[in-house]
């Protein structure tokens, strides 16, 4: 695939690939917590974009991919128990509001993405470290490769998660195949049958499941599948839906919410160490 990569304007200010045989595109706004706010693929828009949300400065995203990090999902209070110390750190991290590096890869059709610390983050997160995301637009898949590195002189405590958004036509005319039988409600942390949370999509669900190495996104109106490949330890699924909104979220995630304070999946980096993580979208 022959790809080009450039700085756009409009409709706002954005990075984009472009596959030029192909015609599939993706748009990333690296200064708004590297998301990925739109991704074309066979004449098809995946992605759900709320662009009148995002034009209106503070209110957190409601679409594109945004990226978790240090902690998916909430805490107590916001309150993050570390060193001797508490921390204020809000829901899904501070990854998703900061600005990260691109850098295209040539020859590779796909970008790098990159953030490192700062004296910003250690306010809220006392420790040194990197991230690099490589980007891969495929023939009909996105495909992320992730590294984090803990340059700290102690033990990194850390989850991670990438938080899409997919467009559907109906709620009511969606199904989600290939979840574990039962999953943890979000809305009242009790466990709970992952069928009767399914057929409350229209009503709004938020649940978390797993581990699975494939699940699948099927929208019965147009007949489009998306299927999250993802692999150890980013084998957490998290379905979300905000009706009356067309989207369903499928994430990734390594670890549930408040892992940092239970310690349940909980990702420890050694001084020096990375970790590699790994998920796939793909659309058929």
Known sequence: ???????????YNHWELLDIDLGNRLR???ECGGLITEWQCNGMEILYFDFE???QKGKSVRGGIPILFPICGNLPGNCLPLANKNFILKQHGFARDSDWQIK????QNGFLLSLF???LTRSVYPYFFNIAIKVTLE???????INIENRSQEKM???????PYFNVMDLGKTEILALPSTCINHLNSMESDTDNQLADLMKGVDFICGPSKVVTLQDLLNGRRISLQHQEPMDLTVVWTDPPRKMVCLEAWTSPRESLITGERTLLLEPGAQQMLQCRFLVD
């Open 117 to 119: 610390d700062s004296e």
């Open 104 to 107: 295209f890869i040539d020859g």
């Open 28 to 30: 990333i706004v690296p």
């Open 53 to 55: 949300r995002f034009s």
């Open 157 to 163: 405590p850390f989850s991670f998660g990438l938080h």
């Open 139 to 145: 023939k009909n898949a996105l495909d992320f490769k």
């Open 1 to 11: 695939m022959a790809t080009i990569f450039s700085k756009k304007e409009l409709p």
